[in-house]
């Protein structure tokens, strides 16, 4: 979940840009300074300087002096080092002038709040928005880039969008900040054992980070447990305090997040968390060794790791704890609503109904998914133990909305039940997400009985953006400057919806050559990464077939590497000649399960079992290739997304609340293969249906076909059937392996409808086959695809239509 906060005051108008008015600030500053101050800024000039020599010169200090070395004993690694604290160096200039900017204009702000910012490599970003491309020259830059650890801070689509949206905020000049956890081990590291997801911890802050600000004198007190007190004031009104606390420490540090075309420079805050007594020595003296340190272990372990593993009670707690840690840090989109009811009635004396609107007024709230599972409920009496008067408060806001809902369903208990912060179970839940859309005045999703109740003026259903810049201009610099050598300039880096040009360059024989090369470039690119992380050798040649994205059962992967072993069979069944007019194709997946995920990882283990016989198997004459590329992050979705020449985005039909990723494949001139889902709706009502290949059952008949498997006899479709059979003679392993993932299909009563969409699945596979061997017509479609994306900029406005 995340949330925009937005400043309840009122909107203040300035007719000044960003940079008209810190000249504006400057003027008004020197009238004064000394004639003395004035002299030296002259000569001196403030901050550094962004020419080439300048930088030389800031890279050499940086060498010495920062990293104590001398310059004939500098590595790649060093050399990322010094280049990001001379990058650094202007960062932090433009961000000063930024919040001193601000200061003195005072506008409107927003917050934005998501626990995660998956914000991917740093420096290159910077270089661009910084406009410092052409004075880093000098030495070779792909080496110095590929130094840099990702930031592990996000585990998918969720945190990449919060990233895409600060980078367009920040562009936007948008006075905005972000408020996030830093973990300290983030995501996990993913690698791969006989086939196996295996987790290891993701050191990402083991070298120095270069990319934040330690803010070491922002320190917040959180409370947790203790108990609540009550207590009638001067004005005869009942009052509480929540006292004998646990207290746990949050320590600020600061993110610069610099704009595109612009000065404004904006910022991630990201809070750690520490003891407020990291020692104790009395314990220590008397030979307590290791409840010297308890305290410290303790504090420290809410912000140790991204979403610790909640399928145990102790996970869930950690979770809960991480959740509230970061609300009374900052505030967050659920607990925050809670949190600031609190103050405003507790701490500040404001009446009930006062402090609510205010509380309302404040929250927006956007929901990822309507999945089950990603509907956070916390159990009652953990909340009771851990927040004491958080729990009193939702009792209340709970009791006052339920009371409006009765008045307007009198005796309609389902209604009650369906609507209410308290599912009544045993124990009790709070559903958050309940809470969320009860106290916001705007809720980005659709939430049915909650539209029923408050009518849809509170509700919307935007779609997501992506930013063009990461997506394109540096993913894939061939094709940003060819696109920018077609429509004459850069503009289109912050308006997408001049990528409309392109459609005068489909009959262009030459530009459609030129594009299919830089598509070549990009697939030799990524059949060398392979190579080199998994030791397949695939040809770039063959049409690239992609899923990348987090391991799901709703995702269905697990759908995709059926139809795999699909092709695989009937490939074998053909003689020489057929198979030579074959489509050669690779598969490529990439992602990470969750670590308590079962059947996801034995998802993962199913693709690289079907890897082990494919890819050895000379028989097929390298017509099929099955590749799981390890630890997908930010970086390898960079290499990958622009060599893809299909992308699938699959998942069962109402169950992708949107989906970012099929975005960017499209905007480098990938085609998708796709359920009538997520985005994919809005992408094929931008590019026509000529450019998209859909198949698969449509939301509304989800329930039905549901309820059909669970008390109907439903026979598996055909093919599938034999798919399972051959999974179950153990062609592909031990069969006993993949019992469970098997069950998910029989007993589990295919939940997510595999069965019912594969024929289509299969049949628009082979339109895909069929439209790949007309290369001519492939290119059009490719730049067709990416002409027709400027609805999908996280920049996207009203005024560019």
Not at 271 to 291: A, C, H, I, T
Not at 643 to 649: F, T
Request: hydrophobic share 40%.
């Amino acid at each position: 979940m995340s949330a925009e906060v937005v400043d309840p005051a009122p909107k203040r108008h300035h007719k000044r840009t960003f940079t008209g008015y810190a000249k504006h600030i400057i003027k008004k500053e020197q009238a004064k300074w000394s004639k003395e101050t004035l002299a030296l800024w002259e000569k001196y000039g403030v901050g550094e300087s962004d020419d080439k020599e300048a930088i030389q010169k800031s890279f050499i200090r940086h060498v010495t002096t920062t990293l104590a070395r001398s310059m004939f004993n500098i590595d790649n690694f060093s050399a990322y080092q010094a280049t990001a604290h001379t990058v650094r160096d202007r960062l932090i200039q433009r961000w000063n002038d930024t919040q001193q900017t601000y200061t003195e204009v005072d506008p409107k702000r927003v917050y934005y709040l998501s626990l995660e910012f998956l914000l991917g490599r740093s420096l290159d970003n910077a270089l661009l928005n910084l406009g410092l491309k052409e004075s880093c020259g000098g030495f070779r830059m792909e080496d110095i880039l590929d130094q840099e650890v990702d930031a592990a801070l996000g585990n998918g689509g969720l945190g990449r969008l919060a990233a895409c949206y600060m980078d367009s905020l920040a562009s936007l000049d948008y006075p905005a900040w972000g408020y996030g956890l830093r973990y300290t081990y983030g995501i996990f590291q993913q690698r791969l054992k006989d086939g196996y997801q295996v987790e290891f911890p993701d050191y990402w802050l083991n070298f120095d980070n270069p990319w934040e600000l330690p803010r070491l004198d922002i320190v917040i007190d959180v409370q947790f447990c203790g108990s609540v007190s009550r207590y009638t004031d001067e004005n005869e009104r009942v009052r509480h305090v929540w006292e004998g606390t646990e207290i746990v420490q949050a320590i600020a540090y600061d993110v610069p997040i610099p704009g595109y075309g612009t000065k404004n420079c904006i910022n991630i805050r990201l809070w750690s968390s520490k003891p407020e007594r990291q020692f104790d020595l009395n314990r220590f003296n008397e030979g307590q060794y290791e409840q010297a340190v308890q305290e410290q272990m303790k504090a420290e372990n809410i912000t140790a790791v991204l979403y610790p593993n909640d399928n145990h009670m102790v996970g869930k707690e950690l979770r809960l704890k991480q959740q509230y840690f970061w609300v009374a840090a900052n505030t967050h989109p659920t607990l925050a609503i809670v949190e600031l009811q609190r103050i405003l009635v507790d701490l500040e004396g404001l009446d009930w109904d006062d402090a609510w609107g205010i509380v309302t007024r404040t929250f927006a709230f956007t929901n990822h998914t309507i999945l089950p599972e990603a509907m956070e409920r916390w159990p009652v009496p953990m909340v009771s133990y851990l927040l004491p008067r958080h729990m009193q408060i939702i009792f209340d806001i709970n009791l006052f909305f339920l009371q409006k809902v009765e008045k307007a369903y009198p005796n309609d208990r389902e209604m009650l039940a369906k609507l209410s912060i308290i599912e009544e179970s045993s124990p009790q839940f709070v559903r958050m997400a309940h809470l969320a859309i009860v106290g916001s005045h705007r809720v980005n999703g659709i939430f049915k009985d909650f539209v029923g109740f408050y009518g849809d003026k509170k509700f919307e259903n935007k779609t997501n953006g992506i930013t063009p810049r990461r997506w394109l201009h540096q993913a894939n610099p061939k094709l940003s400057n060819l696109i920018t050598e077609a429509l004459g300039n850069k503009d289109w880096l912050k308006n997408l919806y001049l990528l409309k040009g392109l459609e005068k360059c489909v009959g262009d024989k030459t530009f459609r050559k030129r594009w299919v090369t830089v598509k070549h470039s990009n697939k030799v690119r990524l059949a060398d990464y392979i190579n080199k992380c998994t030791g397949i050798n695939v040809n770039p040649n063959a049409l690239f077939d992609v899923q990348v994205k987090r391991i799901h059962e709703y995702k269905r992967q697990f759908m995709n590497i059926l139809s795999v072993i699909h092709r695989y069979n009937i490939l074998k069944k053909m003689d020489t000649k057929e198979r030579a007019k074959a489509v050669p194709r690779v598969v490529i997946f990439g992602g990470k399960a969750a670590p308590g995920y079962y059947i996801a990882k034995l998802v993962i283990k199913l693709i690289n079992s079907v890897a082990q016989v494919v890819n050895k198997d000379i028989s097929i004459e390298n017509t099929l290739k099955v590749v799981f590329i390890p630890d997908y992050n930010v970086s390898v979705a960079e290499i990958i997304i622009p060599a893809s020449d299909i992308s699938q985005h699959i998942s069962t039909a109402g169950t992708e609340a949107s989906g970012t990723s099929n975005m960017k494949f499209v905007l480098n001139g990938g085609l998708i293969l796709g359920t009538v889902d997520g985005a994919n709706i809005e992408i094929h009502e931008e590019i026509g249906d000529d450019n998209i290949f859909m198949f698969g059952h449509l939301a509304d008949r989800v329930d039905d076909l549901r309820h059909a498997h669970r008390y109907r006899n439903v026979p598996m479709d055909p093919a599938l059937q034999a798919i399972v059979n051959d999974i179950e003679s153990g062609h592909f392993g031990d069969s006993r392996i993949f019992a469970p993932l098997i069950n998910t299909l029989t007993h589990g009563k295919d939940y997510y409808l595999i069965s019912d969409d594969f024929e289509s699945y299969l049949n628009a596979q082979n339109l895909v086959d069929e439209a790949y061997k007309d290369q001519e017509g492939w290119s059009k479609k490719s730049i067709l695809c990416a002409a027709n994306m400027g609805k999908f900029s996280s920049e996207e406005r009203e005024d560019n239509f």
